[in-house]
């Protein structure tokens, strides 16, 4: 198994709780890790991938073998959208009795579920392996996510609008107005000096 800790922005993100792919599947915890095609973190799993690819099947891979890490294009969830161009996909899971760490960037755990949202920066930590069930392939275990709850380069992945967004056309009422202040007294003149004859 290859470990790797990838920062990129979350999506489709189920860590606190388990959830099921498909009404049958069993549930389990998970996300999908979006990283850029330019980021030095793309070449290095592309190159960790080769090499086991290249184990699991010395004689060449099969057609169809499937592989946790692709491009956005090709996945069901992002092709056609514009936004997702140049991005790949990691896709990381783990069972429902193995639950992953979550954590903040001092590395506490994360108590405002908050800041883990669709399209959020975070590091994730997961181990790829080889499979042969099914098709076989190169899977990711998911370890662990560490998160601060800022926001990404593509923005929220929900649509959620932010606090300023969602109240922009909101005007506060204006203060009561006060009553004026009485304008000051004029002043005193001087007594008028009597005159004697």
């Known amino acids: 198994m290859a470990q790797h800790t990838i920062k990129g922005i979350l ?20 996300l999908n890790l979006l990283v850029h095609e330019s980021d030095p973190q793309h070449a290095a ?19 169809g073998t499937e592989v946790s890490y692709s491009p956005c294009e090709n996945v069901k969830s992002y092709f056609g959208k514009p936004q ?11 069972r429902q009795d193995s639950p992953p760490i979550v954590c903040d960037i001092r590395t506490q755990p994360l108590m ?8 959020v920066e975070a590091y994730v930590q997961f181990n790829f392996y080889a499979y042969s069930g099914g098709k076989g392939g190169i899977a990711a275990g ?9 926001t990404g380069s593509i923005g929220r992945l929900d649509n959620k609008q932010s606090a300023s967004q969602m109240f922009a056309g909101v005007v506060p009422a ?24």
């Open 142 to 150: 998911l370890n662990g996510v560490m998160s601060d709850g800022v």
């Open 84 to 94: 997702y161009a140049g991005w790949w996909v990691l896709r990381a899971y783990s």
């Open 174 to 197: 204006a203060p009561a107005s006060t009553a004026p202040s009485a304008p000051a007294a004029a002043a005193t003149p001087p007594p008028v000096p009597l005159a004697f004859n």
């Open 45 to 63: 799993m592309q190159a960790d991938i080769k090499e086991m690819l290249a184990n699991a099947y010395p004689a060449g891979t099969p057609p």
């Open 112 to 119: 405002d579920r908050g800041k883990i949202f669709p399209g």
């Open 11 to 30: 999506s489709f993100p189920a860590v606190f709780a388990p959830e099921k792919a498909t009404p049958t599947s069993d549930p389990r915890f998970g």
